[in-house]
């Protein structure tokens, strides 16, 4: 892979260099913890004397500032021996800790040339020189304080990212809950790096029992220490350099990005049964949605990390596709899935399929929220192209307030509010979520509400889709007549798109045309924006939770209308023709294809959005309901049988 025009080579000489001062800290060093608290029972507090033999109290200095210095005895550590302890079976070094041990060297050393090449473009190696010979002015005092700081927080990122980089290939299922770290000082890099590892050296005495431990160990430090990192990155000063800079690391084909963790694109073969869209029967707006955002995402461009159609509007970056059981949920996400994945095959992309279960829920606290970070961050990922999908969402996220809830469905619940339309989310058009259930009445009105589009599953509809279906399903070990029919033909797609949006010209379900009737009568023809608005008004007024995220979920999908076209198909076959221009060649074919928006369209996104409103609210409300009938029911009875037994 070449460098692009923001990228800055890291060269292997400026790492090999550190390879000595890398491998004495695994040697050994000694650190005295100034914040945490020694975890492992090897550096708790000593052992009690014999009895008899008085404890002599601890001498308190009365030298201004000492007074607060820790004299907490410094501990020696030694990474190379604790990594070689971890199979008490074997004496001799295992591949995976001499794995281990190269990777953790590699990584503080490509940290101790960042940290070097950072200092020396600001000026902080010739002030670090300075200081050393007593000549530096008071006035740069503070700017040399902040400066070493700045530095800490870099070299110790970049520890953790090139761990996690070059270790990720090693690990298997294993996971340990290694805890938040603690021990991350920041007055100069070398303490700053002896306090991680430190830190990793009472979680690897703690936690890697074996060789596959020891690897979820290192791994799981590595996360910990990005997101404590970076949350610290966020406040500091003199980092702004840092954050908006790329380095390239060649031969570990490893790019740090500011403080972004680096994650690897590839993720192997996919194993799942991919359909093609013909074999997804009825489902038309749907199939038509699934079909165009397929093709939308992998306008993304992977230097400008942005895609035109998430700058230009359209974009869908989250979605919710609900119907009834077996109307065919799974068939769309595999023949999404499918079309994405040959795309990427096409282009040379790397994608990410991910799907968020049921098994995903923890009992154990905070592990959850700790699944639902990780799914959201892989799919995330700037680096692939991404398909995040939640099936049975009603299922793995509780709605709040919900006695029935699990503590885990409620944290699953606040990450994915938070990561799709939180104070931090940026969307950049690389991926998409798709949210899938059988009751979406039973999903938190705030997270539904997230859902930008709305995918309306309710499968095989009319006669032709029946025959189509049964014919699909049988196969070709049957001699049975087709009769009269012409297969397939009732699932052209533009045919039955055009007849689905037309449908929603007027509203469907009861409520809402009570609404239409009613706005229709005080306002005549809604045919401009200030009775397209008024319509608005009316239906909020008969459901209080159609709010002004309603109204954003209405414009981005009249936006995706505006963009309702095909990406020609040798755009898809030919990656030269599209996928490979540049980002504002990109913008400017995708420009001459776009539709001006309509009045008509503006009206049916609005009765379709609000009629899926309408429908899981009077679910919910009917199902609430029901359940009380039931309780009263249950009430009644029991007090019956209980007059009873007392007479």
């Known amino acids: 892979m070449s460098l692009t025009s923001d990228q800055m080579e890291l060269r292997e000489d400026d790492i090999r260099k550190h390879y000595a001062a890398a491998e004495g800290m695994l040697e050994g060093f000694d650190h005295s913890p100034r914040i945490a608290r020694p975890r492992h029972q090897e550096q708790a507090a000593p052992a009690e004397r014999s009895p008899g033999i008085p404890r002599t109290r601890r001498l308190r200095s009365t030298t201004p500032g000492l007074a607060t210095r820790t004299t907490a005895r410094p501990d020696g550590v030694h990474l190379i021996e604790r990594i070689t302890a971890c199979d008490d079976q074997d004496p001799l070094t295992s591949p995976l800790q001499a794995t281990a041990q190269r990777g953790l060297r590699r990584a503080i050393a490509i940290a101790l ?59 298997d299922e294993a996971q340990v809950e290694v805890g938040e770290p603690e021990e991350l000082l920041t007055d100069n890099a070398q303490l700053a790096m002896h306090g991680v590892l430190w830190e990793l050296d009472q979680m690897i005495a703690l936690h890697a029992s074996d060789d596959t431990h020891l690897i979820a160990t290192l791994s799981a430090w590595s996360e910990q220490l990005l997101d404590k990192v970076a949350l610290r990155a966020q406040n500091a000063p003199r980092l702004g350099s840092f954050t908006s800079s790329v380095w390239r690391v060649e031969a570990d084909d490893l790019t740090l990005r500011g403080f972004e963790a680096a994650r690897r694109g590839a993720t192997g073969n996919l194993s799942m049964v991919f359909k093609q869209p013909e074999e997804v029967i009825g489902n038309h707006i749907a199939k038509h949605q699934a079909q165009r955002l397929a093709r939308m995402v992998m306008a993304y ?17 989250t979605f919710m596709g609900d119907g009834k059981p077996g109307t065919g949920k799974t068939t769309l996400i595999q023949m999404m899935a499918g079309l994405i994945h040959d795309y990427c095959q096409v282009a040379g992309y790397p ?28 799919v995330l990922d700037p680096s ?38 939180g104070a931090n989310t940026v969307v950049r058009g690389n991926c998409t979520f798709g949210m899938f259930s059988n009751y979406p009445e039973n999903v938190d009105d705030a ?45 052209s797609i533009k045919q039955a798109v055009a007849r689905s949006f037309e449908s929603h010209n007027v509203p469907q379900e009861p409520r809402l045309i009570d609404v239409f009737e009613r706005a229709q009568n005080k ?27 309603a109204i954003k979920n209405i414009t981005d999908a009249v936006k995706v209308r505006a963009m309702d076209f095909d990406l020609p198909d040798e755009w898809m076959e030919n990656p030269e023709l599209f996928l490979f221009k540049d980002y504002d060649t990109k913008r400017a074919m995708i420009d001459e294809l776009r539709t001006p928006i309509t009045t008509e369209m503006v009206m049916q996104e609005i009765n379709r959005y609000a009629d899926s409103e309408f429908r899981y609210a009077d679910k919910s409300d009917e199902a609430a309901i029901d359940a009380m009938v039931r309780d009263l029911g249950r009430q009644q009875e029991a007090h019956r049988r209980f007059q009873v037994t007392r007479k």
């Open 113 to 171: 040339a960042v940290g070097e090449a950072w200092s020396a473009q600001h000026g902080l190696a010739e002030m670090k020189r300075t200081n050393l010979a007593g000549s530096l002015a008071s006035s740069r005092r503070t700017e040399f304080s902040e400066l070493l700081a700045a530095e800490a927080l870099i070299v110790v990122h970049v520890l953790a990212n090139a761990s996690a980089w070059l270790l990720a290939e090693h690990g």
């Open 301 to 317: 461009d992977f230097e400008r990390r942005l895609n035109p159609f998430a700058e230009m509007g359209g974009f869908i970056f």
């Open 351 to 378: 994608f990410r399929y991910q799907n968020f279960g049921v098994d995903n829920i923890d009992s154990y606290q905070g592990k959850s929220g700790q699944n639902a970070k990780a799914f959201i961050h892989n």
């Open 384 to 421: 692939v192209i991404g398909f995040g999908t939640i099936d049975d969402i009603d299922q793995i996220a509780g709605k709040r307030g919900d006695r029935q809830s699990s503590a885990g469905q409620q944290e699953v619940t606040a990450v994915l509010m938070e990561a799709f339309a």
């Open 447 to 491: 997270l539904r509400q997230r859902a930008g589009a709305r995918f309306l599953v309710d499968g095989p509809q009319s006669r032709e889709d029946y025959v189509d279906i049964l014919n699909l399903l049988l196969g070709s070990n049957h001699d049975i007549p087709l009769g009269e029919h012409q297969l397939y033909a009732a699932q």
């Open 523 to 549: 306002l005549g023809e809604i045919n401009d924006i200030a009775r397209l608005g008024a319509y608005l008004k009316e239906i909020q007024q008969a459901d209080e939770r159609f709010t002004g995220r």
